[in-house]
C-alpha cells in the first residue's frame, strides 16, 4: 500500500486522486482557473484503465445536471468550476441537495462578482456555506489549504457525500489550484461494483420502482423532510467537524483564516511572536460544519479575534456569531483577486485591536 | 360466415368523460352516460354494445386507459 | 372496481384483445381530460411491457405537466431540473450503457430552457430516446406562450395572438435536430386517433430497439392538444390541432437510419 510522492499543481492533484479513488465520472466545463482539472482528466483518459467517465459538458448547468443523472444511479461523480460557473450550478445543486443526493463539487474560487478577475479571491463563503441555491439546504464544505488537502478532500468528500446522501464542496482558491507542491498520492482504488439500494438502476428484481425527486406538493410531507434534512444537518454538525490549530494554547489574539489566508496567517503568527505579539491560527478545515464551538471556546481565552480572509468579510460573520460578544472580532482581507501578505496581516492585527481604535 | 363481435368494460371511476373514444368509435356503440361518476365527469359507456366489432379504437385512443376490449367470433 | 360493461357472455379471458399495460401503476392520471400527455404514457408503457424491458428502463421526467410521470410509469425515474433532462440522461446513460434510457419533455422544457441541453445530447449523439411532446403552449403553469406556439395563437402571454415581429416564428426543435448527425432516427407522430396512435405506437418501437445499436439519439415528437390551454373541449382541441398545427408541424419521419 505505497503511496506515490509526487510535484503536482492543485488542480492536478484532484485530478489525479478522483481517479486513483475509483470516481465514476466527471463532467466539466472550461474555465479559468480550474481548466487543468478536465485536461488532466482528458489526458489521462482513465475510460481506458477504471472505466470513469470523463466528458466535457456544454455548460456549467449541463455538468450539474449530468452529476444528478450519476448520482441518482448511485455513482461517484463529481464536477469541477471558478465561481462564476458555480453560481449557474445553483439550481442543479438545490436539486442535488433536495433529492438527497451525493456528489462532489469543486469551487476554485476567483474576484469577482460577475466575471470580475481570474486570481483567487474567498468571496464565495456565504454562496457555498449559507446556501448559494434556493431552499433550506447544506453543503458540506471542505477548505483545503495545500495541494496534499486537494487530494485528500476528493476521498474525504464521497465519503461524506455517502455517509449523510448529501453534495459536498470542496472550496479553493485559484492560488491553491495553481501552486505546486508535494503530494503523496494514494493507491488506485477499484471503482465500486454495487449500488445503493435508493439508486435508480432499472427496477432489476426490486418490487418496487426508485423515484428521484426533490418535490412534493403535500405541505406536511414537504415540511416533514425539511425537517429530516434539518436533522441530517444537526448530526453532521455534530459529528463532522474539522479544523487546525497553530500556536493557540497561549494565544492573546487569533487569527481565523482557511485555504490560502490560513497559510498566510500561520507566517503572521511567527511574525507577530517576533515581536512580542502572542498570536494563534485556528484552521477551519470544514467550512460547514463551522468550528463554532471550539472558537467560542478559545474566545474565552484571548483579548481579539481577526477573521482573514480575501473578502469584504463573509466567514466574519460566523466568526462572530460563534464567539456571541465575548471578545472583539474584526475582519481583514484584499479583495480584487490580491492575496493578503502576512506582514500586512500582523498590521492590521497591531491597528485594529492594540493601537488607535 | 363467422361474425365478430366484441364487448368492451370502461373503468367507470378513471373515465373524464373527454369523448375521444366516441368519436373514434367506427360503430357508434359508445355513448356518455346521462350521470356522472363520482369525480364528476360523465363517463363512457357502450350504449349499444351489440354494435360493438371489438376493434380497440376506442381502447388505444383513450388518454387514461380505462377501456378493456373483448373479442370473438359468432 | 365500477364498470359499464357490454355483452356480457363475451368478456372471456381468452377473448381479451386490449387491456391496460401493467407498466402503468393503478392509479388515476392527473391529466386534463382528453390531454395526449395519457396517451402517449400509455403507448409508451405497452411498449416497455411488450418488450420486456421494465426491470431496465430508467426514466427522466420534466418539469411541466408531466413531471409527475414517475407517479405513473412503474419504473425507475429521475425528476430532472426544468430543461435539463438530456443532461440528466447523458448522465445515466454513460454510467449505465446497459439500461434503456428515455427523457419524457413538454415543448418549454425541451424547447426554452433547455434547447443548449437538447442541441448538445442530440449533437454528441447520445444513446437515449427524447420523448417530444409539443402542444404549443405551458399547461402546467396556466397556458402561456410558447417557442412552439404557432403565428397567430392565443395564449396567456400572447392574448393578441403570437405576433412572429415581436415574438418570434415557432422553433422548429424536431428539424433542427435532424440535422445533427448525432440524431438517428427523428419523428413526428400524434396520438389524437386510433391510426395515428398505431403509427406513433410504431415508430416508439423503432426508437426504443434502435438504442441497443448504440447509433445515436432517437427523437419522437409528439404532436399534441392541451384542452385547458387552448380552451377548447378534448374533441375540439384534436380538430383545431388538426386543422392548425400539423401545417407547421407535419406527420412523418424526418430522419431515418440509412438501409
Known amino acids: 500500500m505505497e503511496k506515490e510522492l509526487r510535484l503536482m499543481k492543485g488542480n492536478e492533484a484532484i485530478a489525479e486522486a478522483a481517479i486513483r479513488a ?12 480550474q481548466s487543468e482539472i478536465l485536461e488532466y482528466l ?100 471542505l477548505a483545503p489549504a495545500s495541494v496534499q488537502e486537494m487530494a485528500d478532500f476528493v476521498e474525504l468528500g464521497f465519503d461524506l457525500a455517502f455517509k449523510y446522501r448529501n453534495p459536498v464542496l470542496i472550496l479553493s482558491d485559484g492560488a491553491i489550484g495553481q501552486m505546486m507542491e508535494k503530494v503523496y498520492l494514494k493507491p488506485q482504488k477499484p471503482r465500486a461494483t454495487d449500488s445503493p439500494d435508493w439508486a435508480t438502476t432499472g427496477k432489476g428484481n426490486r418490487k418496487e420502482r426508485n ?43 487569533l487569527f481565523i483564516a482557511y485555504g490560502t489566508s490560513a497559510r498566510v496567517c500561520q507566517k503572521s503568527v511567527q511574525i507577530a511572536r517576533e515581536h512580542g505579539l502572542k498570536a494563534g491560527l485556528l484552521r477551519p478545515i470544514t467550512l460547514f460544519p463551522f468550528p463554532s464551538v471550539r472558537i467560542n471556546e478559545l474566545s474565552a481565552k484571548v483579548k481579539g479575534i481577526l477573521s482573514v480572509e ?47 481604535e | 360466415m363467422a361474425k365478430i363481435r366484441g364487448s368492451i368494460v370502461v373503468d367507470v371511476e378513471k373515465c373524464k368523460g373527454c369523448e375521444v373514444c366516441m368519436v373514434s368509435c367506427p360503430t357508434g356503440t359508445i355513448a356518455m352516460a346521462k350521470e356522472v361518476n363520482s369525480k364528476g365527469y360523465f363517463n363512457a359507456y357502450p350504449a349499444h354494445p351489440e354494435l360493438c366489432i371489438g376493434c380497440a379504437s376506442c381502447a388505444i385512443v383513450c388518454p387514461d386507459g380505462v377501456i378493456t376490449v373483448y373479442k370473438t367470433k359468432i | 372496481m365500477k364498470e359499464a360493461t357490454g355483452l356480457k357472455e363475451i368478456i372471456k379471458p381468452e377473448n381479451l384483445v386490449y387491456r391496460r399495460s401493467e407498466v402503468l401503476v393503478d392509479n388515476t392520471l392527473s391529466y386534463c381530460p382528453g390531454c395526449g400527455h395519457g396517451t402517449t404514457h400509455r403507448i409508451l408503457a405497452e411498449l416497455i411491457e411488450e418488450l420486456g424491458l421494465q426491470s431496465q428502463t430508467i426514466g427522466i421526467s420534466p418539469v411541466g405537466c408531466s413531471v409527475l410521470l414517475y407517479h405513473y410509469l412503474d419504473v425507475d425515474i429521475q425528476q430532472a ?133 448504440n447509433k445515436g439519439t432517437c427523437f419522437i415528437e409528439i404532436v399534441s392538444n392541451c384542452p385547458s390551454g387552448w380552451r377548447m373541449t378534448p374533441v375540439e382541441s384534436n380538430k383545431w390541432m388538426e386543422e392548425n398545427m400539423f401545417s407547421y408541424y407535419p406527420l412523418g419521419d424526418l430522419k431515418t437510419p440509412a438501409e
Open chain 1, 22 to 33: 475509483g470516481v465514476d465520472g466527471y463532467f466539466g466545463y472550461p474555465i479559468t482557473p
Open chain 1, 42 to 141: 482528458m489526458e489521462a483518459n482513465p475510460y481506458k484503465t477504471t472505466g470513469m467517465v470523463v466528458l466535457q459538458a456544454e455548460s456549467e448547468i449541463a455538468a450539474i445536471n449530468m452529476v444528478y443523472g450519476g448520482a441518482g444511479c448511485g455513482k461517484k461523480v463529481m464536477t469541477s468550476s471558478s465561481s462564476p460557473g458555480i453560481s449557474l450550478k445553483q439550481e442543479g445543486i438545490s436539486y442535488i441537495a433536495g433529492a438527497e443526493l451525493p456528489c462532489l463539487i469543486v469551487n476554485v474560487a476567483r474576484g469577482g462578482p460577475g466575471l470580475g478577475t481570474i486570481q483567487p479571491a474567498q468571496a464565495d463563503y456565504f454562496q457555498s456555506v449559507k446556501g448559494g441555491g434556493h431552499g433550506d439546504y447544506h453543503l458540506i464544505v
Open chain 1, 211 to 253: 423515484i428521484i425527486t426533490s418535490l412534493d406538493l403535500d405541505p406536511d410531507r414537504q415540511e416533514d423532510f425539511n425537517h429530516k434534512l434539518q436533522a441530517k444537518y444537526a448530526e453532521i454538525e455534530k459529528n463532522e467537524v474539522r479544523f487546525e490549530e497553530f500556536q493557540c494554547e497561549d494565544a492573546d489574539y
Open chain 1, 310 to 356: 480575501m473578502s469584504s468579510g463573509q466567514m466574519v460573520e460566523d466568526v462572530m456569531l460563534a464567539v456571541n460578544g465575548k471578545v472583539p472580532v474584526k475582519h481583514f482581507g484584499r479583495m480584487g483577486g490580491i492575496v493578503t501578505t502576512p506582514d500586512e496581516v500582523v498590521e492590521k492585527l497591531k491597528t485594529l485591536f492594540i493601537g488607535g
Open chain 3, 81 to 213: 431540473a426544468h430543461g435539463r433532462a438530456p443532461a440528466v440522461a447523458t448522465g445515466i446513460k454513460r454510467l449505465l450503457p446497459d439500461k434503456f434510457v428515455f427523457t419524457y419533455q413538454g415543448d418549454g422544457d425541451l424547447a426554452a430552457i433547455g434547447t443548449s441541453e437538447t442541441i448538445h445530447a442530440c449533437n454528441r449523439g447520445e444513446n437515449i430516446m427524447i420523448i417530444f411532446v409539443n402542444n404549443g403552449i405551458y399547461g402546467m403553469t396556466g397556458g402561456q406562450m410558447a417557442p412552439t406556439t404557432i403565428p397567430g395563437m392565443k395564449s396567456s402571454t400572447s392574448p393578441l395572438g403570437r405576433d412572429v415581429k415581436t415574438m418570434g416564428n415557432p422553433l422548429m426543435m424536431t428539424d433542427i435536430v435532424a440535422t445533427l448527425p448525432g440524431t438517428y432516427y427523428v419523428t413526428r407522430q400524434s396520438v389524437h386517433t386510433p391510426a395515428n396512435v398505431r403509427r406513433t405506437k410504431k415508430a416508439m418501437r423503432k426508437a426504443i430497439e434502435y438504442q441497443k445499436l
